[in-house]
C-alpha cells in the first residue's frame, strides 16, 4: 500500500502559477505510476496528467497541455504538478493518485489504473 499527501494548493489569479505536491509513504514508491485527476463541484473526476513508473512517458489532458507539467522525484517519493497560466476554468479539488498493478504503468492515462488516493487540495483560480 501507498499512502499519499497532497500540498500547493490556494489561490491565485488568473494567468498565475502554482505547484503541487504529492508525497507518498509506504511500498517503493518507484513501483508505481503516478496521476494527477482534478474535481470540480457537481463534475466528476478526471485525469488532468499522469506519468510512468519510470519516468519515460507522461500524458496530459487536451485542457492542460502545454501549461502544466507532470514531474516525480523517485529519491524524494514525490511527484509534482506545475501549473501555469492558470485559468479560471482550472479551479476544481486536485488529486494525487497511486497505481501499483502492471496494467496502471501500461494504462497511466486512464482512471481505472489507480488505486490508492490522496485527500485532495483545492485550487482556486480568480479571474
Known amino acids: 500500500q501507498v499512502q499519499l499527501v497532497e500540498s500547493g494548493g490556494g489561490l491565485v489569479q488568473a494567468g498565475g502559477s502554482l505547484r503541487l505536491s504529492c508525497a507518498a509513504s509506504g511500498r517503493a514508491f518507484s513501483s508505481y505510476a503516478m496521476g494527477w485527476f482534478r474535481q470540480a463541484p457537481g463534475k466528476e473526476r478526471w485525469v488532468v496528467a499522469g506519468i510512468t513508473r519510470s519516468n519515460a512517458y507522461t500524458y496530459y489532458a487536451n485542457s492542460v497541455k502545454g501549461r502544466f507539467a507532470i514531474s516525480r522525484d523517485n529519491a524524494k517519493n514525490t511527484v509534482y504538478l506545475q501549473m501555469n497560466s492558470l485559468k479560471p476554468e482550472d479551479t476544481a479539488v486536485y488529486y494525487c493518485?497511486?497505481?501499483?498493478?502492471?496494467?496502471?504503468?501500461?494504462?497511466?492515462?486512464?482512471?481505472?489504473?489507480?488505486?490508492?488516493w490522496g485527500q485532495g487540495t483545492q485550487v482556486t483560480v480568480s479571474s
Open positions: 493518485a497511486a497505481g501499483g498493478r502492471a496494467y496502471s504503468d501500461r494504462y497511466y492515462y486512464q482512471t481505472d489504473a489507480y488505486d490508492y
